[in-house]
Each structure stands twice: as C-alpha cells, then as structure tokens.
C-alpha cells in the first residue's frame, strides 16, 4: 500500500491550508485514516484520525475547531482541511493507513505511512 501526501506550503498566521493523502488499493477509501505531524526537535505527534463505526473523527485538542479531516470515497482521498493556523502548527504532515476500520489516534497502530508535506506558518 502506497500513500501520497501533498498540499503543504508556506502561509501566514490566520491562514487555510488543505492537505491530501492519495492511496493505493481504496486504503484511503475502506480503512481507518490518520494524520500524524513532527516539529523539528519533537516527536511525532497525532493531528487527526477518521474510521467507521463509532466515532467517525478524532482530534488532538491542539487542532479542534480548526481542523476538519476527512474522506472523499469516490476520490480515494482522505483530506485534512487546516483553517486559523498558527506558528505552532508548523511541522512536517504525514498521512498514515491502518489495516482496519478501527479509528485509533495512537501511531503505532498504523501500518502506512505517506512521505510527509511540510507545512508552514509565519507570524
């Protein structure tokens, strides 16, 4: 299974960024979906995590209201739409795939994972 991620790039405080993950075998389409980011000099953390059944959407606090992840089926994309962004959003995004529909926020319960797409957010 291979993910894709793309739409990162550089905007101001305050701005919107929207973020794709494109996947190989309707990954992106039938299993459960996260995005995960990194800062220079921290650990990975969780952003956001879609599934089926129970709760469909998961968020780091950090991000609730601002951010909004999502899947387009027909598409086989999963998308991360970042609105109100802040400084302390910047970091490398990565896209990742569990081998279930289960939702989870915990990163070691994903199998795949995209190549990461930097995003970042001037004061």
């Known amino acids: 299974v291979q993910l894709q991620a793309s739409g990162g790039g550089s905007v101001q405080a305050g701005g919107s960024l929207r973020l794709s993950c494109t996947c190989s075998?309707?990954?992106?389409?039938?299993?459960?979906m996260g995005w995960f980011r990194q800062a220079p000099g921290t650990e990975r953390e969780a952003v956001a995590a879609?599934?089926?059944?129970?709760?469909?959407?998961l968020y780091a606090d950090s991000v609730k209201g601002r951010f909004t992840i999502s899947r387009d089926i027909a598409k086989g994309t999963v998308s991360l739409q970042m609105n109100s962004l802040k400084p302390e959003d910047t970091a490398v995004y990565y896209c990742a795939g569990r081998r279930d529909a289960k939702i989870s926020m915990s990163m070691t319960t994903y199998t795949y994972w995209g190549q990461g797409t930097q995003v970042t957010v001037s004061s």
């Open positions: 075998r309707r990954t992106c389409s039938n299993n459960a």
């Open positions: 879609i599934g089926w059944g129970g709760p469909t959407a």
